[in-house]
């Protein structure tokens, strides 16, 4: 095939300069487009005749491609095809008499009308054809498509020099630019004479495109069988030719080495992992035991699952940090409302990250209630930075060997599953979350929690060693995140290794945006409802919120969420009517999906009677409000107490009886009446054990009101430490108290005084809604809860 080439510049006339009547040069498969230059051989007498004469007047011949036949072929007008290119013959040189060689030019397309006699060559009388249509934005994507296209087929071909690309991208005629790709295509005589031959700029771009699009894909087929055939070859024959000198090696020496393949494959292996000196010794140790076993050997599986395990462990291998901080801001709020302290945290540690990249690396504990995002918090975390996400929960973890690993000496050893970890993840500095630390357990297995105190020391995790690998393992790019419920539990060195966050519980009015933003998309889309099926209102949202869920996080609200969406969907299924408006689930509504309110209000809609007080707890599940009642009956001074009370509680008790008695008279008690009454203190939800030291002033509160029989002010709660010098200490879970106070509907809150700093972690709209009192001394608690 003879290869076109462009230029714009020899020769270039306008096609009314063309003579009507041009002498035609047949050409056998071939099409030549304007502009383009084509090297041309004739040799029959008449051509050679027909050269002579044009290059002595305007040197402007016909070129017409043949339908069929020989290239020596003497051609007949009816054997070509009416449309052709009118050329310029821009240089000629003769190889003898009857050969010469040309180098022509197109200029315009042209239709031969009628063919002229009275001479030995082919003469026609000629129409000059022009281009059609205009250049809209269908032409604009045509020519950006084809030129997408021309660059990949650029890239992939063998013959077209990579300069094309970008040479093409400076035609600014959409016709010339599909003439120009279409003369570099390997396509059919037939598939460029239609391209000739069609005088719609945007009928030829779609026919180019075509072709092209062929092309490429027949290139890169060609590309692909090519690669694997060369690549099969290299290998068989690589493969062949050592196994032939390993087989004449091993004849020689009168052996035959069956695992030796294997072990120059692990030997590969270890080269490509890159192993740290102490590892890539201990692994070229156990490789050596391995070439000297017999795979029948008990010892052989033994060596070749720890030589896997040293090949597939991330030794050298990280992930690249994003460190945007604008965007890992942008990806915390979306995945997580509020949590403002954690995320502040997070975003910290990213901009010492960025200016000091070696910077060591934080062990942040995020401790709060069930439900309120710890572990969805470690998923963002990753999502920020780019990295890998490792889960491993802890809970009920008893055993050291779990942390640790076993060693290789006992059957069927595993590495422990920090190690496992590391390796599911595939990089040496994931986000590693330990989940449920505070629920590790102990027993003659050993103590997990003191395995920790190593990978989780900064200090000392660079040298990491699992009992089974048995050589240091780095840990100090990954990033170690752990959740918990309750610090209690942590032992005191492991907790100290840990940065802790609290994460505490979610006001109504925090749920309700969670829930819109959050639970009820996600819940919407898996029980496949849209806005379409389904509207919660806010008033709905908060029903279900204060009459069906009793918790400090999210999860019930979101299986609530849940029930309501399946019974909705139900309907739909069930429903032969179209569903021309969503469900609206209003706080009306609600029971029909979820039943009757489950907790109602615990605060009596009337006064409180003489000896009861509401105190304010902290559980796991977040803050609750507790009830202290007290009656008093004829007796010798007996103080009596139930409610599954812990030691702590019933000291607060004994001390609150003790402070009353001892101040009765400043207090405006009868001094008698402790004297000649038994008094009974009951907290109730008897089955729930209870202990510690804050209701020390509710039970101060029950005492003094049961005494001077008077009840105590509506709609207040306490919380505080009492001491037998009359003063108020300071508790803890202040924020988990109050929103429970809140939730409850209480209106004022006695706090000490030393707990004021910790209105801060407050929402403002919850500090609107409750008047706090803060108090340093007992009586001033008496004073403002039974008054004067």
Same mark, same amino acid.
């Given at each position: ?221 060609? @590309? ?255 990033? $170690? ?53 389904? @509207? ?56 029909? $999906? ?195």
């Amino acid at each position: 095939m003879n290869q076109q080439s462009p230029d714009f510049g020899a020769g270039s006339r306008a096609p009314e300069s063309i003579p009507s009547v041009i002498p035609v040069i047949p050409v056998v498969d071939v099409a030549l487009f304007p502009k383009m230059q084509l090297p041309l051989m004739v040799s029959q007498p008449e051509l050679i005749q027909l050269v002579d004469e044009v290059m002595n007047k305007e040197r402007i011949i016909g070129i017409l491609a043949a339908k069929g036949g020989e290239p020596e072929k003497k051609h007949k007008p009816e054997d070509l095809y009416d449309v052709g290119t009118a050329a310029l013959i821009l240089k000629m040189a003769k190889a003898s008499r009857y050969k010469a060689q040309l180098l022509v030019q197109g200029l315009a397309r042209f239709k031969a009308e009628e063919f002229m006699t009275g001479k030995p060559y082919l003469r026609a009388k000629v129409s000059m054809l022009e281009e059609t249509g205009v250049k809209d934005m269908e032409v604009e994507a045509l020519v950006s498509n084809l030129i997408r296209l021309f660059g990949r087929m650029v890239e992939i071909s063998p013959y077209l020099p990579h300069e094309m690309a970008e040479w093409v991208k400076t035609l600014d005629q959409p016709g010339l630019l599909a003439d120009v790709i279409a003369s570099t295509l390997q396509a059919s005589l037939e598939d460029k004479q239609l391209v000739l031959e069609t005088l719609d700029v945007k009928k030829r771009l779609r026919e180019v495109t075509r072709l092209a699009t062929h092309q490429v894909e027949v290139l890169e087929l060609e @590309r692909k069988i090519q690669s694997q055939v060369k690549g099969e070859v290299d290998k068989s024959q690589r493969d062949f030719y050592l196994r032939q000198q390993l087989k004449a090696i091993q004849e020689e020496l009168g052996e035959r080495d069956e695992s030796g393949a294997l072990v120059e494959e692990y030997r590969q292996k270890l080269e490509e992992a890159n192993l740290p000196e102490e590892a890539r010794q201990e692994a070229e140790r156990e490789l050596d035991r391995l070439s000297r076993m017999h795979p029948s050997s008990s010892e052989y599986t033994v060596a070749t699952t720890y030589l896997d395990w040293m090949v597939s462990l991330p030794w050298n291998k990280s992930t690249e940090d994003v460190l945007d901080i604008k965007e890992a801001a942008k990806i915390l709020d979306e995945d997580h409302y509020d949590l403002e302290k954690p995320k502040r945290r997070i975003l910290e540690y990213l901009s010492v990250k960025k200016i000091k990249p070696d910077s060591r690396t934080p062990i942040l504990c995020f401790a709060g209630p069930p439900g309120t995002g710890k572990t969805s918090l470690g998923k963002s975390i990753a999502r920020t930075m780019g990295r890998k996400f490792v889960r491993m929960s802890l809970g009920g973890v008893r055993d050291e060997a779990e942390i640790r690993g076993h060693r290789r000496t006992y059957v069927g050893a595993l590495p422990g599953r920090i190690i496992q970890g590391l390796k599911r993840a595939g990089s040496n500095n994931p986000v590693f979350m330990l989940d449920e630390i505070d629920k590790l357990g102990a027993d003659f297995r050993g103590d997990p929690s003191s395995a920790l105190l190593e990978v989780l020391d900064p200090e000392q995790n660079y040298s990491f060693v699992d009992h089974y690998i048995d050589v240091p393992f780095d840990l100090t790019k990954v990033l $170690f995140v752990t959740t918990a419920n309750v610090l209690d539990t942590i032992p005191p060195a492991l907790r100290d290794r840990m940065e802790v966050i609290m994460l505490s519980g979610y006001t109504q009015e925090e749920k309700v945006k969670i829930a819109k933003r959050y639970l009820i998309p996600r819940q919407r889309d898996n029980h496949g409802l849209s806005t379409r099926h389904i @509207r919660f209102t806010d008033s709905g949202i908060k029903h279900i919120i204060s009459g069906y869920t009793r918790e400090a996080g999210l999860r019930n609200l979101e299986r609530e969420i849940a029930s309501v969406c399946r019974g909705v969907a139900r309907d739909l299924a069930e429903s032969e009517e179209p569903w021309d408006k969503p469900e609206v689930i209003s706080a009306e509504s609600v029971s029909r $999906f979820l039943g009757p309110v489950r907790f109602a209000s615990e605060i009596p809609k009337g006064k409180l009677s003489p000896g009861v007080a509401i105190g304010l707890a902290w559980t796991q599940a977040g803050g609750e409000i507790l009830f202290v009642e007290s009656s008093a009956m004829a007796g010798k001074k007996n103080l009596i107490l139930t409610g599954q009370m812990g030691d702590v509680m019933k000291e607060s008790a004994t001390a609150a009886m003790s402070f009353l008695r001892s101040h009765a008279k400043e207090l405006g008690i009868d001094e008698t009446f402790f004297d000649q009454h038994d008094v009974h203190i009951h907290v109730p939800a008897g089955a729930i054990p209870k202990d510690g030291p804050s209701a020390g002033v509710a039970m101060l509160t029950a005492l003094a009101s049961l005494a001077k029989n008077k009840p105590a002010k509506k709609g207040l709660a306490m919380t505080g430490e009492i001491t037998l010098r009359g003063q108020v200490l300071p508790v803890g879970g202040v924020k988990e108290k109050v929103l429970a106070a809140k939730r409850a509907g209480i209106k004022e809150v006695i706090l000490p005084k030393w707990n004021e700093k910790d209105l801060e972690d407050i929402p403002k709209e919850v500090q609107k809604k409750i008047a706090f009192h803060f108090v340093d001394r007992m009586d001033e608690a008496l004073e403002i809860s039974l008054g004067k």
